[in-house]
């Protein structure tokens, strides 16, 4: 089934989130924080993810780790629920975009749900250079990567890659060494206390 494009041009925003559960999600803060303070944090940064692309005029896909809920933060009447689909983070990725190309966007852009540092305007400028370039990616300061534009599906990205490590971003930049590609700026995502260290407004909220 084909989705409703008339309004967004082709282009389609990917949303990974993980379903928001004490002792799933932010794992490597939580062994700082506690469980508790972690999802805490998760939940703030989520929706702050809400209120950064609720009013970007492209297609809008939410993609759980787990469960699609009846209710909850992401409005149904702006953001459509997917559930991820795959084993690892890789494949899950790769049948994400997969998915959408079948359906017909021309225009792919996958973020996750948990940088801080991300804002409404980041996401313009990436769906703007995707429109005069392949691909368009924006670097993570701990080796990975926040954002992620292809205009086609180059399935190495996805594959043999460890998830999680400092490799990824160079990883990926080798993938895509063929294509026309366009680099961000630089984010700093929120996995250890040392990152929470730079957000006062977000430490303080541990601490309440």
């Known amino acids: 089934m084909m989705e409703n494009k008339s309004s967004t041009g082709g282009e389609l925003l990917l949303i990974f989130t993980r379903n928001p559960e004490v002792g799933k999600v932010k794992k490597r803060l939580a062994t700082d924080i506690g469980d508790q303070a972690a999802l805490k ?11 950064i692309t609720k ?6 896909w939410v993609c759980y780790s787990e469960e699609i809920p009846g209710e909850d933060i992401w409005d149904k009447n702006v953001f459509r629920k997917k559930l991820q689909q ?21 225009s792919i852009i996958i973020i996750g749900s948990d940088l801080y540092d991300l804002s409404e305007e980041d996401l313009k400028i990436a769906f703007l250079t995707l429109q005069h370039s392949e691909a368009v990616i924006g670097p993570a300061t701990d080796g990975g990567y926040y954002l992620l534009g292809l205009k086609s599906l180059p399935s190495q990205v996805f594959r043999n ?4 490590s400092n490799t990824v971003l160079e990883n ?17 995502d929120i996995d250890r206390f040392e ?5 006062p407004d977000l430490l303080k909220m541990i601490k309440t």
Request: proline share 0%.
């Open 41 to 51: 944090i998760y939940n703030h940064l989520l929706q702050h993810t809400v209120n």
């Open 172 to 188: 990926t930049l080798k993938d895509l060494n063929n294509l026309k590609l366009k680099q961000l700026e630089a984010r700093n």
């Open 86 to 106: 795959g084993e690892d983070l890789g494949e899950r990725m790769e049948n994400a975009f997969s998915s959408g190309f079948e359906a017909g966007f021309s």
């Open 55 to 60: 009013n970007l005029q492209v297609e809008k």
């Open 195 to 199: 990152d929470l260290k730079q957000h």
């Open 161 to 164: 890659k460890n998830w999680g």
